[in-house]
């Protein structure tokens, strides 16, 4: 063949080959390279046009801006009085009912989870600020997310002095403002167990303000926080009590004396709940992982805890989503534990850490919970963890975004569990319901010119 006819021959080809296409975009386009894929119809349809993540809104703070206030074995416990029983005249079990929040998709594993029909749909919010700061921010991350409402307000007590436990700030009233104005919301409240919560405070000074609080002690601080809340008329808050007791960060850490920081932990739970009118859920919310002390040992009982809470951000270094689950009392250990004791799971704080702008650990994470559904989530939205008040996560925030955005959602997996997104500047070709099915995904033809 001489190189005149090869040259001629190349060319009818690509003009056989252009017809075709077009035909099959509908459309006739000039060709150049052309890219033929199939791709899941929802991942078509997920976009908006001209929707694009245009970073965060006016309201961005810096980095460490919000940041909640107040952030060796163990010695052999000495005799502690024993507690009434939980329910008692006393102190009755509130009767409660979950907050409304995020539908979900997903339906759980029968073994680790209540079914779908019987699970209510999660609320969804942010730690966004703990002042009336965090309030006005709910606003404008609603408009960011289109107009999604966020359902949970969470908020921290500062631990430094026992006037503060109490609830003496003035902007709770404020959050009681916020969570009284439309039914259906949930006000997350973080309460320290003990003064000095970031000081530092030795292990063995802290066994001894365990105990003391074990036998009472600290009994009418947790009274007026109480009446306090009451008061306010939020009588069926969510209260964080000792969040992160596995760890060595906060002077209410467990690990100096388990046996007396469990006796305290529901003592403070059946003091508060004994003040009338009050119906309190106490959420026990470990750190991720094992941590200083495995989180299991600092279970202070059925009686008295209503949800088994997470603390969970995307740590260590180096460490996949997959280990996140695994890892000995990480993910699966809290919906086993919680499913084992009857209980509803949450994840008070989560977000992005170690491992930085890591969109795969938030696909994995909001799919998670999408398949264990919690009774609320609310991500820690200040860097590094965030994704709107925080610009270093461009990556996870479009993530985030997108998967709870209105109309959003993150785009569906095939039958090896990885993501199938949408190509771009790609024309869907309808093959009808039947053939679509065989081959997969919708075919798509992309053509670059």
Request: charged share 20%; with cysteine; aromatic share 10%.
């Amino acid at each position: 063949m001489t190189r005149e006819r090869f040259r001629r021959g190349r060319k009818r080809l690509a003009i056989g080959a252009a017809g075709i296409l077009g035909v099959l975009a509908f459309a006739p386009a000039p060709v150049g390279a052309v890219t033929i894929a199939t791709v899941p119809v929802a991942a078509l349809s997920a976009g908006e046009p001209g929707d694009t993540n245009d970073g965060q809104s006016s309201g961005v703070r810096g980095a460490e801006d919000g940041a909640p206030p107040g952030r060796g074995p163990a010695a052999d416990p000495s005799p502690l009085p024993p507690l009434p029983p939980f329910p008692s005249p006393a102190f009755p079990r509130p009767a409660t009912s979950p907050p409304a929040g995020r539908p979900t998709s997903p339906a759980p594993s029968p073994a680790s989870t209540p079914s779908p029909a019987s699970t209510p749909a999660p609320g969804f919010g942010a730690y966004l600020h703990y002042s009336p700061r965090g309030i006005a921010r709910m606003a404008d991350f609603s408009r960011w997310l289109g107009g999604r409402e966020l359902t949970v307000g969470h908020t921290y007590l500062a631990g430094d002095v026992w006037q503060n436990i109490e609830g003496a700030p003035a902007w709770l009233a404020d959050w009681a403002a916020w969570y009284k104005a439309e039914p259906g919301r949930t006000l997350v409240l973080n309460v320290p167990m003990l003064e000095r919560t970031e000081a530092r405070v030795p292990d063995a000074a802290v066994a001894l303000e365990l105990r003391r609080g074990a036998a009472g002690a600290y009994d009418r601080h947790f009274e007026r926080l109480a009446r306090r809340l009451v008061g306010l008329g939020v009588k069926d808050a969510v209260l964080v009590v000792g969040w992160e007791m596995n760890g060595t960060t906060y002077t209410h850490r467990c690990g100096p004396d388990p046996r007396a920081w469990r006796t305290y932990w529901a003592r403070i739970a059946r003091v508060m709940n004994g003040v009338e009118g009050a119906g309190f859920r106490f959420d026990f919310a470990p750190t991720r992982g094992r941590d200083a002390t495995p989180w299991p040992e600092c279970y202070p009982g059925d009686d008295v805890v209503d949800i088994v809470g997470m603390d969970s951000y995307d740590q260590p270094h180096g460490t996949d989503f997959d280990r996140q689950i695994s890892e000995p009392y990480g993910l699966q250990a809290q919906v086993d534990f919680a499913a084992q004791h009857g209980k509803a799971i949450s994840y008070p704080e989560w977000g992005l850490f170690k491992n930085g702008d890591n969109a795969e650990y938030m696909r994995r994470m909001i799919r998670w919970m999408d398949a264990h559904p919690p009774l609320y989530q609310t991500i820690s939205d200040y860097c590094p963890h965030g994704v709107w008040q925080c610009r270093m996560n461009p990556r996870a925030t479009d993530v985030y975004r997108q998967a709870f955005k209105v109309g959003g959602g993150l785009p569906a997996e095939d039958a090896g569990g990885r993501e199938q997104r949408p190509v771009a500047d790609c024309r869907p070709v309808r093959l009808g319901g039947w053939l679509e099915e065989r081959l997969g995904g919708r075919l798509c033809v992309r053509f670059n010119w």
